[in-house]
């Protein structure tokens, strides 16, 4: 079964930090670029960050710039997003998908291949 999974969402403390994981079975994920996106209550999704097939971050949304970093593992087909001085505004389902290999989806704002399911983060105090 082709799927992505997220995980490593929870509760978090403001200033603290996480690192999730979209981990994709079934399928190499050498082949995409992965997008970062999330969802806030009420709000539209928004991009956080992609990550092409040769190893580039494209695309940081402004409000995770300097606190974010996207980066992948091809050997355990999993791409991660290490998140540092997490604010309350940074709650949010976080979802992974893939994209062209140049990230040419996430930068154009289209249509992505495949989601996860997504992953809860809450930062709060």
């Known amino acids: 079964q082709v799927q992505l999974v997220e995980s490593g969402g929870g509760l978090v403390q403001p200033g603290g930090s996480l690192r999730l994981s979209c981990t994709a079975s079934?399928?190499?994920?050498?082949?995409?670029?992965i997008g970062w996106f999330r969802q806030a209550p009420g709000k539209e999704r928004e991009g956080v960050a992609c990550?092409?097939?040769?190893?580039?971050?494209?695309g940081y949304a402004d409000s995770v710039k300097g606190r974010f970093i996207i980066s992948r593992d091809n050997v355990k087909n999993t791409v991660y997003l290490q998140m540092n001085s997490l604010k309350p505004e940074d709650t949010a389902v976080y979802y992974c998908?893939?994209?062209?290999?140049?990230?040419?989806?996430?930068?154009?704002?289209?249509?992505?291949?495949?989601w996860g399911k997504g992953t809860l983060v809450t930062v709060s105090s």
């Open positions: 079934g399928f190499p994920l050498d082949y995409y670029g």
């Open positions: 998908a893939t994209d062209e290999p140049q990230c040419k989806g996430y930068v154009e704002k289209s249509v992505m291949k495949a």
């Open positions: 990550i092409s097939v040769d190893d580039i971050s494209i």
